[in-house]
């Protein structure tokens, strides 16, 4: 299984919004919603920061959103903070009950 | 509140064994499912493997047939044993509890694997 093809890097300045996208295939992305995203911080474990392409779980800020159209996820950061800067992987449950995630982008607040 | 908390990390030489463990605290542990991803140095997150409330598992075939992926409800301990390791298991391995089948909630602070003559 491949790993989910996202931009290496992706930056911005604060305030303004930024897009990263994960492409996937009809066997992940394209086959349903279990689509999350995933953020850490350096030399910290990763958290969840959205599920089910565009649910935030309790506590996660909603300048995160999610949307997703064929076999491509994508995960947009609204009104950049200086906290936002971070490494970002999205993630697809797979077929034979696997999962893949993204190669990662790393954020950077310009 | 949901704790994982992994151990049994350390250097060990190519072609030998090491057994992961991961205890949990805060939540109902044998209704979970769980799972492994491990991040190489400098690498992104990759998925290993996933074993369910009733011990059904999956494995990424970068390590199955090598690893096995297991459970204590009694003891609230997940475990990963690693056999025939290789240089490109080298890793942080972390621990994660599912959500609905289809996610990685929450999440241990790792524990870095070595794999080095």
């Known amino acids: 299984q491949s790993a989910l093809t996202q931009p290496a890097s992706v930056s911005g300045s604060p305030g303004q919004s930024i897009t990263i996208s994960c492409t996937g295939t009809s066997s992940d992305i394209g086959a349903h919603n279990y689509v999350s995203w995933y953020q850490q911080q350096p030399g910290k474990a990763p958290k969840i920061i959205l599920y089910d392409v565009s649910n935030r779980p309790s506590g996660i800020s909603n300048h995160f959103s999610g949307s997703k159209s064929g076999n491509t996820a994508s995960l947009t950061i609204s009104g950049l903070q200086p906290e936002d800067e971070a490494d970002y992987y999205c993630?697809?449950?797979?077929?034979?009950?696997?999962?893949?995630f993204g190669t990662g982008t790393k954020v950077t607040v310009l | 509140q949901v704790q994982l908390v992994e151990s049994g990390g350390g250097v060990v030489q190519p072609g030998r064994s090491l057994r992961l463990s991961c205890a949990a605290s805060?939540?109902?542990?044998?209704?979970?499912?769980m799972y492994w991803v491990r991040q190489a140095p400098g690498k992104g997150l990759e998925w290993v493997a996933a074993?369910?409330?009733?011990?059904?598992?999956e494995y990424a075939d970068s390590v199955k047939g090598r690893f096995t992926i297991s459970r204590d409800n009694s003891k609230k301990t997940l475990y990963l044993q690693m056999n025939s390791l290789r240089s490109d298991d080298t890793a942080v391995y972390y621990c994660?509890?599912?959500?609905?089948?289809?996610?990685?909630?929450?999440w241990g602070q790792g524990t870095h694997v070595t794999v080095s003559a």
């Open positions: 805060g939540f109902t542990f044998n209704t979970y499912a």
């Open positions: 993630n697809s449950y797979s077929t034979g009950n696997h999962f893949v």
């Open positions: 074993i369910s409330f009733d011990e059904n598992t």
């Open positions: 994660t509890r599912d959500y609905r089948g289809k996610y990685f909630f929450y």
